[in-house]
């Protein structure tokens, strides 16, 4: 027998009012935060994204223009947002969240992911991949896209962070380049360096996230009053190909221009082809070069420049 139409129509406004009561929705604040759902929204969205533009989220998200423009002049009077010219075609404004963005967005992710996670926990296993099975299900009937790789979140550190920088860095470069312990001693020092001595007007470390699990980092540091110096780009296996190292370094080059440095120094090894690759799209260039023995190698030291 076919399915009545309106019985059908009835189930499906019966579950969307059970589910948005069960998530809050209804509150009109989001996770206790004074955030409406579509302020949330727009934050994750320009989180999630490089650089998007007003008009890209309209469509995105279908909103009016008018009501788009109210919620990010709400944003930016906040101090969650800025808008800074497209490098690509001036007459376009780019959008990216604050450090004060940044900070705010980590604190409501995690409270949402804590939300969530407190909503599935007193099902069992089965029956939580159960409920994502069926939500798929219905994304998928309904005509969203098919499953996709999770997208990465860029974030400010966070305590903690510096133990999987040093960690991840000692692991990998042993893995993949058969260095010593003496580089994972050398990435502990910058990153103590960096805690003791932060300045947050004119330095930042990066982390990404993908699906709450760390995939990623760069650090941009005071060298001088005029330069800066970037320092510890690793981007795991498992979120390569993403182009998140080239996000890593653009968001470097960013800052550095905000906060009013002139030049973008780097030192690296040769042989070290993909971040070699980054660095020149970003228009850095070798300046010198220099044999030594470190790191229970004989390696080529490389320093990059990058004029602002």
Known sequence: MSPD??????????????????IGVLGGKLLGSGFTLAELRLLYEIAHQDGPSAAQLGRELRLDPGYLSRLLARLRRRGLLERRPSPTDRRLSRLRLTRKGQETF???????????????????????RRVVEAMDRIERLLGGAPAEAAPYLLRIHQP???????QRHG???????????????????IAARFLRHFDPKRERCWIAERDGVNVGSVFLVRKSATVAQ??????????RG?????????E???FARHAGYR?????????????????????????????HHTFGHDLVSQTWVLTL
């Not at 009835?10 to 009012?17: I, K, P, T, Y």
């Not at 993403?242 to 653009?250: A, F, I, P, Q």
């Not at 070290?272 to 010198?288: I, K, N």
């Open 5 to 22: 139409p309106a019985a059908t129509v009835h189930a499906v406004r019966r579950f969307n009012r059970f589910y948005t009561r069960r």
């Open 171 to 189: 692991a990998l470069y042993a893995e993949e380049y058969g260095w010593d312990a003496d580089f994972e001693a050398l990435v502990a020092e």
């Open 160 to 166: 903690g962070d510096m133990g999987w920088v040093v």
């Open 252 to 254: 470097c080059v960013r």
């Open 230 to 239: 970037l320092r510890l780009l690793l981007v795991e296996p498992s979120a």
């Open 263 to 291: 030049k973008v120094t780097l030192w690296t090894n040769k042989g070290l082809d993909a971040a070699r690759h980054l660095y020149e799209l970003a228009g850095f260039r070798l300046v010198e070069e220099k044999p």
């Open 242 to 250: 993403l182009g998140l190292g080239r996000r890593l370094v653009s």
């Open 106 to 128: 980590a604190v409501l992710d995690r409270r949402s992911h804590e939300e969530i996670a407190a909503l599935l926990s007193p099902l069992a296993p089965v029956d939580q």
